[in-house]
């Protein structure tokens, strides 16, 4: 992974904790857990040929990302 895919990544998460509204948004600490949890899958995945490029033309993973750390959170 290089410095394009962390910022890539980053830059996404960013994006998508914009587009909840108001009462939704994730908390800062949310935000870096789901920068972390993505970075890592795609991480894992680049075993295999797999970049952060290939998961985001099939799915939102940044904002999936966040809805996964806000459901294990109990809040949304």
Do not use: C, K, W
């Amino acid at each position: 992974m290089n410095q394009n895919d962390l910022d890539d990544i980053a830059l996404g998460i960013a994006s998508a904790a914009m587009e909840f509204a108001p009462g939704d948004r994730p908390t800062y600490r949310q935000v870096a857990d789901a920068d972390a949890i993505l970075r890592d899958m795609v991480q894992a995945a680049e075993l295999h040929g797999v970049r952060f490029a290939h998961f985001d033309g099939i799915g939102d993973f940044p904002r999936m990302a966040i809805q996964l750390v806000q459901y294990r959170d109990g809040s949304r």
